[in-house]
């Protein structure tokens, strides 16, 4: 049902591999967000992973697993989100070279972050063609090896490894998990690793109801583009490969989206509680929580907050 | 030179008298911090303590050091602040009752909470004296003891051991503490560990330039009111106390005042990249810093982050 191969122990060797390079996140409780729930909750706080998200696994992973020749020539993306800045920082820190291919319109200060991490920022026209095809270009000028934001086995395997350190640290054997779902690469992880390790596990999916196409895919039984998506969470736009979408369909219990209102509610009520950064990709994570308290009550869940990186004008409400 | 007989053998028995109750609050680092300044910092995380600030320490202390008959008639102070509701959750946890003189025009937010924590909320009329007056009718009918928010030497060592486990943390002998100096109870309990463990150490202590009573007070060498505060850092509003003013004065090297602009540049800047909520009163310790990064070039500097109880319309900037 998944990928040819692709399971547990791609996870379990992506987390031995990553370990001298990645954070091991912290589980922070609330105990008022457990009383708000009825359920007991650990938060695995992604966000003080390196560049502040989940990301940092799957680029580490793929950089690492490369061959010493492979590697050599560099690597390459399209990105111009936390997984540019994940996969420079990880090239960086292997001595190789980096190219990510970002619309001129990006952000200055995504383009400066991405820069200062060492990498090269090849600007393109901003439509998919263009973005692709300029990619190929570099590729075929470099010889750099294109990673893919979550379209990548390799990728997949590196995000599990944040699932199983929740169940490896969590006090107690999770009943639940829930996950945002934006290209599907961390809930796919997360379930090769509930499957592998606790099949009873559910996992449930958050969505952006304004980018809601792994729960319009899952509903058809094959997978739909997600058109003009509308959203706060801008890690949630993207949608699912043919990959992520094979292995969320045999895994995933439910995808529930949720609108932007509760996410930004959920974002300020947990910040303020947990007192962490809470960016809105994750925040839509704890608003699927509280939307599903009924099915939840008295159940051991964790959540994978998968990042901190908010404009903290959002925050302000 | 201190209070009688306080030292940091009473920061020892307050740390293992609190070892139960409050967390051991994280060190966190930042290399761009670190970059910023020219300097290795260390902060200690105490947004992530019980109530979200220091203040549990001392309160714990101060409660836990009671005798059982003398407990059992329960404790009161007058604050509308972390103390207010470090006080009030110590007294629940050891099953004690508590009352809170607390001005009327207190933010219902700041009632709520110490009511949450099951302690009685007195109100008052907006004056020293009014305040003053209720605790002691409070006193008088109950038999409850007050515990004075930082000019006690119960608190005073409590509050030390945020200190204490910021130099038995740190990886590297420190050479520089930098802490925010309100009614001077943290500073204080600081300056005690310093000098009892490690005299050549140095300790900064930062105030708000609205707010300068501790520096003007070092400099006149007696203690001097602080009239008209005004200041975002809630938290450093008061005035010293004779105790922490006379432990302050043998102690502490420097009292750097930093207006409120760099402070909540301080703070938003570096919320950014601890990914933590960080209030005024503590981004006060880091705007010091900065304001003497010539003074610690290379060196290695522990700062207090005091609590994380922030507005979050204050970080839109």
């Given at each position: 049902m998944n990928a040819p191969g692709l399971g547990l122990a791609d996870v379990l060797e992506a987390a031995a591999r990553i370990r001298p390079f990645a954070h091991r996140t912290p589980l922070l409780t609330s105990a008022s967000f457990d009383a708000r729930v009825g359920a007991r909750v650990w938060f695995k706080c992604e966000g003080f992973q390196r560049v502040g998200a989940f990301k940092f696994r799957g680029a580490t992973n793929a950089v690492r697993a490369l061959g010493d020749a492979e590697a050599a020539r560099g690597v390459l993306t399209h990105s111009s989100g936390n997984h540019a800045q994940a996969l420079a920082l990880a090239a960086r820190q292997r001595g190789i070279p980096c190219w990510v291919v970002m619309p001129r319109d990006a952000p200055a200060v995504k383009r400066a972050a991405v820069e200062g991490y060492g990498a090269t920022v090849v600007p393109c026209e901003p439509t998919l063609a263009a973005r692709e095809a300029t990619a190929r270009a570099v590729g075929a000028e470099t010889g750099a090896v294109f990673i893919h934001p979550y379209d990548d086995p390799r990728v997949v395997a590196g995000q599990g490894t944040a699932a199983l350190e929740l169940l490896e640290d969590a006090p107690e054997p999770l009943d639940v998990l829930v996950v945002p779902v934006g290209g599907g690469g961390l809930a796919s992880g997360t379930c090769l690793v509930a499957h592998g390790l606790r099949p009873e596990l559910v996992v449930l999916g958050a969505e952006p109801a304004g980018a809601d196409d792994a729960r319009r895919s899952l509903a058809a039984g094959r997978r739909l583009a997600q058109e003009d998506p509308r959203t706060v969470?801008?890690?949630?736009r993207t949608e699912l490969s043919d990959l992520t979408f094979s292995i969320l369909r045999a895994h995933l219990a439910e995808v529930v989206a949720v609108p932007d209102a509760e996410t930004l509610g959920a974002m300020r009520w947990l910040t303020q509680r947990l007192k962490i950064l809470i960016e809105p990709s994750s925040a839509v994570a704890v608003a699927a929580l509280e939307a599903r308290r009924e099915a939840v009550a008295g159940r051991r869940v964790g959540v994978i907050l998968s990042g901190a990186n908010v404009d903290l004008s959002l925050l302000a409400g």
């Open positions: 969470a801008d890690g949630l």
